[in-house]
């Protein structure tokens, strides 16, 4: 039976949909980046992104984009992302990078 907590990669929109498809299991350390994912990161912006939808926090939005590169293992691309967020949302994704 399907609990309404259940992980939707379809209640997330097309392309985090794409780049969350693959289970990842966060390693302990920094990684090996996920280089396939790396050309769809690259050309990710917020607008692509979210689209269809508005964004209404920008902020949380570009939260959203440190966070996709980070699951995939791309610590200095998040991080860039990240320091940028003058927010504790992106105080919290700076700390997870280190």
Not at 18 to 44: V, Y
Request: negative net charge; contains cysteine.
């Amino acid at each position: 039976m399907k609990s309404p907590h259940d992980f939707d990669l379809r209640n997330y929109g097309p392309i985090f949909a794409e780049l969350l498809q693959e289970e990842r299991l966060n390693p302990l350390d920094a990684g090996e980046p996920n280089t396939g994912a790396k050309s769809t990161l690259t050309a990710l912006t917020i607008e692509k992104a979210f689209a269809p939808n508005n964004i209404v926090d920008l902020e949380m939005a570009r939260a959203c984009l440190a966070g996709i590169w980070l699951h995939h293992n791309f610590l200095e691309e998040s991080h860039q992302i990240s320091q940028s967020i003058a927010t504790s949302t992106g105080s919290y994704w700076h700390v997870l990078q280190r």
